[in-house]
């Protein structure tokens, strides 16, 4: 989207970084879902590392999906 726009739309950037956190927070519910431990269970630095690298991972690819999505949906309007 970026190489086809040249720019950042801010109000698209910041709907997707909105619906970034939701992925987020949906990436550590299924990580909860699949492992045989929960949130209570994480003792040390390296449990709680991973736990926040997953929801970073979760927020950085929903946020650059749904920037890509919402360009393809609503393109911006050019500059006159």
Do not use: C, N
Not at 64 to 73: C, K, N, P, Q, V
């Amino acid at each position: 989207m970026l190489a086809r726009v040249h720019t950042l739309v801010s109000r698209r950037l910041v709907q997707a970084e909105l619906l970034g956190l939701l992925g987020g927070v949906l990436s550590l519910s299924i990580m909860a879902k699949v492992s045989s431990s929960g949130f209570t269970d994480a003792g040390g630095p390296a449990d709680w590392f991973l736990i926040a690298s997953v929801f970073g991972f979760g927020l950085v690819s929903t946020t650059m999906l749904a920037y890509t999505l919402l360009g393809w949906i609503k393109p911006a309007k050019p500059a006159e």
